[in-house]
């Protein structure tokens, strides 16, 4: 791996996981309320609603040089599970900014203009919604890679504590999605709960590229 390869992988992962840790933040400071109606979920709208989705644009789309950098990282045996985790992280970043981006543009003039019923099937807290489903296909797609991810780390105590969590996050988040086809809500919670073992993994990998670094420069 040369030394560009590995610095776009370090700071790619450090702020994956900065936003992430302000997206985690913010669906505490801000959590998510049930929709009930348009009217009363228009009356109660304003930044607060839109908070967690700033960190998860950003998210996104840094995914885009994650996936180059872990593609670099992959040793030459493992760059196919690399190149196809890459394939469904790049098909999770593209929707996934596409939906908040549309949250915190389009939802929002159109709410705060009074037009809320011109954005109903975009409300993002509707789980009747197109974009609620779009954002469930996301995800889908990020814990398909996570599974493919966690095949590329294979040395050391710090490289299996990558790999659990990947997985972790891989099947929990997979149950989550599936909770969302059989309509059950309390298994589909699962999706928020694999952000925590996610971030734990990027936190890791902070530590696994920083060290990778600092052996190429030697």
Not at 21 to 37: G, M, R, S, V
Not at 50 to 71: D, E, R, S
Request: glycine letters at 8%.
């Amino acid at each position: 791996m040369k030394e560009q390869e590995a610095t776009l992988a370090f700071w790619s992962t450090v702020m994956i996981a900065f936003f992430a840790l302000l997206f985690l933040l913010a669906i505490i400071l801000f959590p998510i309320e049930q929709f009930k109606d348009l009217a009363s979920y228009s009356a109660g709208y304003g930044l607060g609603s839109i908070a967690p989705f700033i960190p998860g644009f950003f998210i996104a789309i840094l995914h885009f040089p994650f996936l180059i950098g872990l593609y670099c990282f992959a040793r030459v045996d493992r760059k196919v599970y690399a190149l196809t985790g890459g394939v469904f992280g790049g098909a999770y970043a593209l929707l996934a900014s596409v939906n908040y981006f549309t949250q915190l543009t389009f939802v929002f003039r159109n709410i705060t203009a009074g037009r809320a019923g011109a954005v109903e099937q975009f409300l993002l807290d509707d789980t009747h919604s197109f974009m609620f489903a779009l954002e469930i296909l996301a995800y889908f797609f990020l814990f398909i890679a996570c599974l493919f991810w966690a095949r590329l780390f294979l040395a050391g105590t710090l490289d299996r504590w990558v790999r659990v969590l990947l997985w972790g996050t891989g099947v929990i988040g997979l149950l989550g999605s599936l909770g969302y086809v059989l309509e059950s809500r309390s298994l589909e919670l699962c999706i928020t709960l694999a952000a925590l073992p996610y971030t734990a993994a990027m936190i890791l990998l902070i530590l696994r590229f920083g060290r990778l670094q600092k052996e190429i420069a030697e």
